[in-house]
Structure formats: structure tokens, C-alpha cells
């Protein structure tokens, strides 16, 4: 029989913060039951059609998912975050004035709040959840205030003093040593904070996981951008080069995201407005926008594979007709393939599909303390599709039980890991410890392959996590810098010194990024 062929897709959306439904379609004894993760089959505002809904076992065949308008906001809600708590042995930077009215036992601070004009109004430029678990005491109403279009002199800097003072000092050295770069330069670098302008937490996780994604932003850091396209996903990418060179940029210790924002917003409308969203569902999103500004492929005709072929080469095949139809670094970079396999019950016809992925969504077993591999263990498992869930067998030509199962084809280069922490009742979070690895190929993602006595080893290096529940939260993000190879918390504009690796596993882990070692 026919191999499927795939569509730009994606694991499910489901089990996102605010619970954002999708229906999973199995891949279809006979014929395309693949989900879309774009184009016609995008659903709502947010939703998306997927094939691994496994937050609460597969949903129903057709069923289509409701759309995402989240509208929370997480004021009042410090008292939620139990599970996190800051880094009471560690300094934070950012850009100038220290910070007056402090709690004992969070730490010392260097240059909290940036000089935005008067004292009265700066602190409307931040999450008031965020400034009160710093010891900052602030009243509720002032988040209703957003921040001018131009914070700084220019749309992301934020220098202080000492920058002028290097520049002046600079002048007396030798010319030998003018251009040299210190290591000391080099390993603070990047840490710099990016100030949240209205619920905007969600998005600095990502871009801070991102910014610490080492090949991407070495190729924007030297990325020209251009005008010359007419798609509105082309500014995504012009600005979002923009912000990394400066945010990779010495002694600049916080910038401000605003027109980062407001060309995303241009096409995706949902998040035009300052309301809290999901951090991964915004990561897709985000990613998919960059592919698209950077995408040089081309459509050929539908795929067509002779059946009697293996089936390594039937997924070799499906992949090289995938990448000439999207070609861009970031599916270089992020996307995987994953072979997807349904056996009828009843004749026992086998069907193999191969689709790509983007991210993994796991889900997390009932016990309060897991292993990631027990996550990854739940995703690979076999399940059966029976009652509403049966899918029509090709050979019997009629609906089935049948079993279906995942294992991995193709590993990314960075694989994304969410962990499905919000339940479909959209009501509860699932506060789980899941104790993942984060040394140095620590994480052998072998015994998920399809090809068995075979080891793939992964790196940690950059964390979202989320605190709070599903009526309101605060993400945060904690990476690994490329250089020194210390681990920093960002949350928004504020940036710790280095922390220990018992600080990396908690209750709020919600995005684990890792790099093919």
C-alpha cells in the first residue's frame, strides 16, 4: 500500500497551559489520517488537529479542536508559586538604580529597575508578580499600565555607564588589543534580560531558550535582514535577528522585545493584545514563522512510495521529499521524523506512516515523582484504538480495532520536550516532579528509536518553566551559556549569576530543550 505523505506537522497542543484541545487522528490503516500542523487544518485562533493527544488518551476520530482565547491574567497570584522559589544564594543584573524595599534571604541585586523616566511610572512596565516575589512593593493596578512604544533612546538598548567608560578607556590600548575580545566578554554575553511589557513572560522564556540555541543564534547574529519580501513573516525574522545581536551584545544587560511583538502580533492576531499565553504553543508558532521567512522549497507532486520497500527507505524517501518542500535552517536545526505504525486487530494489516515533528509532547505518569523516561516511555507505548476511536482498516474496508504506536525515526538536532502538565479539563495542573537528566549526554534518546541496539545522546541546556496553575503564572527561563557553560535564571529583565545543577529539576519544569551531543 501507499506511504502517507506527510504534511508540516506537529505533536499535539493539547495539555498546553490553558488547556487547548485537539483531537488525535490515527494514522489511518487506509488512508491520510496525519495531522496537520498549519494550513487548512489550523484550527481556531490556537488549536491544532494532532495525532498525539496523549494527555488523557486519544480523543475521538474527527473531532475537531476547540479554539484558544485564553483571556487569564495571573495577578495576585505569588501565593500560587509554592512549588518555586528564588534563587536565594544568587545576584541578578540588569540595567540600573538598585532595588529598595527588599525581603531578607532572596539575595543581593545589582541594577534592578531600567531608567524609563520617573520612578512613579517605571514599575508599570513590569509584571507585578514578578516584581513582588523580588521583595518590590507594587500595587496590582499598575499592570494596566503598558510601556511607551520607545522605552530607550533606541528600540532595544538599554547601556549603562560603563559602557561609555570602556568605550573612553578603550582608546589607550595598544591597537594589538583594540579588536581582541576578552574571555570575560565572551562568557557575559548574552545574559541580558528582556523587560516584560504586559504579560509578555511567556515570550521571554522562549526567546531567552532560543537565544541559548547555540547555531541559531549564531546565524542571526550574522543574518542581514531584508525588506524585499512581502509576507509578514519576514519582519518576524528581521526583528528577531535584531534583538539577538543585541541581546548578545557586551555590557547591554536588558532590552526591551517591543517590536519583536508587535510583527508577530501583525499576523498572528491572538497575541496583538497583553494577555497571558502559553509558552509552547507560542514557541510552535514562532518557529513556524521563522521556517517560513527562511523557506526555500519548493512543491513537487504528491509522494508515492512502492509498498515492498523497507521500511528505513521508505522513510529516507518521505524525508527527502519533506525537505525539498520545506528547506530552512530551522527545520535544519528542530525538526524530527516520527514513524507511526497501526495494526488491524482483526486481519492483521500493518500501516506505517512517517511524519515530521517539531516537538515532543509528553505526557506525565499519576505517580507525584517520575523520571523523564518514564514520560517517554508513556509516548512509545502501544495503545488501542477501539469503540469512537476505531479507524477504517484498509484490507477489511470498514472501522477496526486496532493498535497504534510511536517510535522516532529522525532526531533533531535540538529537541524540544514539552511536558504535558495541563490536563484537558482545562482546571488542573500536574505538579509532578520529573526528574530529567541535565548533564553533559546524559539523555540516551536510543531506546525510543525505531532502529533498536542504536544510542542518540542529548545535552540539556535551556529550560522554560512555568509557575502557578491554569488561572495564572509566571514563566521563567534557566539556560546554559555556550561559553561558560554556567547555568543563569532570566526572568524577564532580570538575570542570575551562575546556579548549581540541584536547582535545574523542579515541580516547574514545562519546556526542556536539548542538543545533539
Known sequence: MPVISPRRTSTSASGSIYGTSSSTVGSGVSSDTSSSRFGSDRLGSGGYKSYLDRAGGLSKLGTSSS???????????????????????????????????????????????????????????????????????????????LPPASPTSSRYWDRDSSRSSLISSSTSHNNTDENKKSSNDEETEGLCGLRNIGNTCFMNSVIQCLSHT??????????????????????????FSKLIKEMWTNNV????????????????????????????????????????????????????????????????????????????????????????????????????????????????????????????????????????????????QTR?????????????????????????????????????????????????????????YFSLYAISNHMGSTGGGHYVAICKHPVSKKWHEFNDNLVSDSLSDHHLVSSSAYILFYERA
Not at 534563587?87 to 541578578?92: E, I, L, V
Not at 549564531?218 to 528581521?238: A, E, G, H, M, V
Request: hydrophobic content about 25%; some cysteine; glycine content about 4%.
Open 253 to 396: 544587560h536588558s532590552v526591551t522585545p517591543m517590536e519583536l511583538k508587535r510583527s508577530f502580533s501583525a499576523k498572528h492576531r491572538m497575541y496583538s493584545d497583553y494577555n497571558q499565553q502559553d509558552a509552547q504553543e507560542f514557541l510552535r508558532f514562532f518557529l513556524d514563522s521563522l521556517h517560513c521567512a527562511l523557506n526555500t522549497g519548493v512543491k513537487g507532486d504528491l509522494l508515492k512510495i512502492d509498498d515492498n520497500l523497507s521500511d528505513n527507505k521508505k522513510a529516507e524517501l518521505t524525508w527527502e521529499w519533506y525537505s525539498r518542500l520545506e528547506n530552512s535552517l530551522i527545520r535544519d536545526l528542530f525538526v524530527g521524523q516520527l514513524k507511526s505504525t497501526l495494526r488491524c486487530t482483526t486481519c492483521g494489516n500493518t500501516s506505517v506512516t512517517f511524519d515530521p515533528f517539531w516537538d515532543l509532547s509528553v505526557p506525565l505518569p499519576s505517580s507525584s515523582r517520575c523520571k523523564l523516561e518514564s514520560c517517554l516511555d508513556l509516548f512509545i507505548r502501544e495503545e488501542v484504538l477501539d469503540g469512537d476511536e476505531m479507524p477504517t482498516c484498509a484490507k477489511c
Open 400 to 456: 477496526r480495532k486496532c493498535t497504534k504506536s510511536f517510535t522516532i525515526q529522525r532526531f533533531p538536532k535540538y529537541l524540544v520536550i514539552h511536558l504535558k502538565r495541563f490536563s484537558e479539563t482545562r482546571f488542573s495542573k500536574l505538579s509532578n516532579i520529573v526528574e530529567f537528566p541535565t548533564g553533559e549526554r546524559e539523555l540516551n534518546m536510543g531506546p525510543y528509536g525505531a532502529n533498536a541496539n542504536s544510542n542518540m
Open 214 to 239: 547555540n547555531e541559531l543564534t549564531k546565524f542571526l547574529r550574522n543574518y542581514n535582514p531584508t525588506k524585499s519580501s512581502t509576507s509578514k513573516d519576514q519582519p518576524i525574522l528581521n526583528e
Open 67 to 145: 479554539s484558544y482565547s485564553p483571556s487569564l491574567s495571573y495577578l495576585g497570584q505569588s501565593s500560587s508559586y509554592s512549588s518555586y522559589s528564588p534563587r536565594a544564594s544568587t545576584s541578578y543584573r540588569s540595567s540600573s538604580s538598585s532595588l529598595t524595599g527588599g525581603s531578607s534571604g532572596v539575595g543581593t541585586y545589582r541594577s534592578i529597575l531600567p531608567s524609563l523616566g520617573s520612578s512613579s511610572s517605571s514599575s508599570s512596565n513590569y509584571d507585578t508578580t514578578t516584581l513582588s516575589r523580588y521583595g518590590v512593593r507594587s500595587s496590582a493596578s499598575l499592570r494596566s499600565a
